[in-house]
């Protein structure tokens, strides 16, 4: 009798502990558009460089398990031998640029993103004659900066980069002015102040061959910490701030919700995009990360998102602490050649999900789930709205969730770090009628996204007809409510009632 009463109180606290739940509210408050997510394709864990493609292979493209679309490569100053920039022409490259071209090319042909990033400009073009950033013995010390005299040379330098990925099939889509200009280093490197920074965009980036190459698009520089004195002394700069398209940086040693939080802020008010550009949460531990540090890095995502970010790309794409396996004896087993790793699928739940998309404003019911560590967001795209979920300790939790509309159906997609193959499981959400107040299960130690189809039926949304383009015009979103300020992809309706679907501006 002592042992089945103790059965019944270990089963009654165990259902206690499930029964534990987590409220949040998501609004249609709309916020950031999501441009994606990438990786680097870079010298280095991507060896043999140039030659094997299997990484992108695996990471891109809509039909990919992980639905990767921005990738990042280096625009080199390094020579290849000792020709000279008047004996070449776009077809033949003095400089190192064929490297990242093959994985290029497959990204550009899965519809993706291409952007270049100087690490230096070229040697003859800086203060220590060198494409190192000076920050060794063997280079005695000196600080490499571009010379003010060459500041005339650096666009049309980067407008050869583009003629020749364009002449070798690769429509490069943006390109930055420096990798991490407050970071003096003894590799490839060049050091820029905020006001150096200001003044080449301000009175140089002009020559950015935009006709040539319509569509590409200008970055900042790229600093380590995303330092906002960067991308404030180009704000704050009218002429500068017409020639930056995207405002960059990265979050070694500030986590997202600091400066990433602050430069964001400002630069979604001037309608700049915000690409975290380079982390690695793990970078070259010498172990397999476990799954704590998994959820670790699905946290870090989200709260880029949070901060505001439009794109997030990661360091390199092939590395044991990364998305595609190396194949290193002393990190396996579990490290195979070219086969996806665990970071690659909790990356997944953003990438294949998540972009294109428009954060939504949530709101958390901060006395449910005492105790409960929750990081969440959420999004809007066509007819779906997609919540993302993590939990990092081992309780579960059911997560009731209060929408912005009704929804009819929807899908969760969990990783919790059980699974031996594919770490990402999909199961169905049974809704019996339209709702936009549910229940779903929050495993413990996971990454969930749930995806829930809107019903437009029930949300008095009908179809759209063929609009006249006279008279004045009232604008509703997608599930049929007034806007006072439209922008994104909206429903017009025009004095006689007609309507279509438009896409306009954000102000």
Known sequence: MKRILTSILILAATAAIQAATIKVTVSDNRLQTVTGFGAACCDGAMCPFGNDTNPVKLLYGPSSKIGLNIMRMEISPNFIGDVVVPEWNNWDSPYDWKGSLPSAKIVKQRGGIVFGTPWSPPGEYKTNGTAQGGNSEDQGYQHGELREDCYDKFFPWLNTFLAWMK???????????????????????????????????????????????????????????????????????????????????????????????????????????????????????????????????????????????????????????????????????????????????????????????????????????????????????????????????????????????????????????NETENLCQERTIVIDEPTDLLTVDLPARSVNTYIFIIDRESEGIENVKKASNDGPKTYYDLVGRKLDNPHGVCVERSVDGSSRIVLLPRY
Not at 173 to 199: F, H, I, M, R
Request: hydrophobic share 35%; with cysteine.
């Open 167 to 417: 002449n070798n099939g690769v429509d490069v889509d943006a390109v930055s002015v420096q990798n991490e200009p407050d970071w003096w280093v003894n590799y490839s490197g060049c050091l820029y102040t905020p006001q150096q920074q200001l003044k080449l965009v301000k009175n140089y980036a002009y020559m950015l061959d935009r006709e040539t190459y319509p569509g590409v698009r200008l970055i900042s520089a790229e600093p380590l910490g995303f330092d906002p004195s960067y991308s404030n002394a180009l704000l704050n700069d009218p002429t500068a701030r017409e020639q930056i398209d995207i405002v960059a940086g990265h979050i070694y040693g500030h986590p997202p919700l600091g400066n990433l939080k602050t430069v964001a802020d400002k630069a979604l008010g001037y309608n700049k995009e915000v690409w975290m550009t380079e982390h690695s949460t793990t970078d070259n531990i010498d172990h397999l990360p476990n799954w704590h540090e998994q959820l670790i890095f699905a946290e870090e995502v989200n709260e880029c998102l949070l901060a505001g970010c439009t794109g997030y790309i990661y360091w390199y794409m092939r590395a044991h602490w990364a998305f595609v396996g190396t194949g290193e004896a002393k990190y396996n087993p579990g490290n195979t050649k070219n086969t996806l790793l665990p970071r690659a699928f909790v990356m997944s739940h953003f990438s294949k999900y998540v972009t294109g998309s428009t954060r939504l404003k949530t709101n958390r019911d901060k006395s449910s789930g005492e105790g409960a560590t929750l990081e969440n967001s959420a999004y809007i795209k066509g007819d779906s709205l997609i919540f993302v979920a993590i939990d990092t300790i081992g309780t579960p939790y059911d997560l009731k969730l209060q929408l912005p509309y009704k929804v009819k159906s929807g899908t969760h997609i969990v990783s919790t770090g």
